[in-house]
Nanobody, 111 residues
Framework: QVQLVESGGGLVQPGGSLRLSCAASGDIFSMWAVGWYRQAPGKQREFVARILAAHLPNYADSVKGRFTISRDNAKKMVYLQMNSLKPEDTAVYYC?????WGQGTQVTVSS
């Protein structure tokens, strides 16, 4: 059993930054890739970034160069540093391992 809890969302102006955190419980954390996904109102959930157990990241083209994913296996934490935020980044952001999802954290980019 895995539980995921996201935090760090909020309201930020365009061009600003936020750091999202995902705290995981369970023994499988260090063995698997962890992903961030987002869902904007009226849209399907989409992939944002993923980091493999070996700390190798990959990103959606829309966030490449602006977002950075990292993980701390000892703390069972995954982070998403988001810079140069745009209004189109507004969404609920979710953490994912295998079939497990967190409850999401709202990110709103607006002036």
């Amino acid at each position: 059993q895995v539980q995921l809890v996201e935090s760090g969302g909020g309201l930020v102006q365009p061009g600003g930054s936020l750091r999202l955190s995902c705290a995981a419980s369970g023994d499988i954390f260090s063995m698997w890739a962890v992903g961030w996904y987002r869902q904007a109102p009226g849209k399907q959930r989409e992939f944002v970034a993923r980091i493999l157990a070996a700390h190798l990241p990959n990103y959606a083209d829309s966030v490449k160069g602006r977002f950075t994913i990292s993980r701390d296996n000892a703390k069972k934490m995954v982070y998403l540093q988001m810079n140069s935020l745009k209004p189109e980044d507004t969404a609920v952001y979710y953490c994912n391992i295998l079939t497990y999802w967190g409850q999401g954290t709202q990110v709103t980019v607006s002036s």
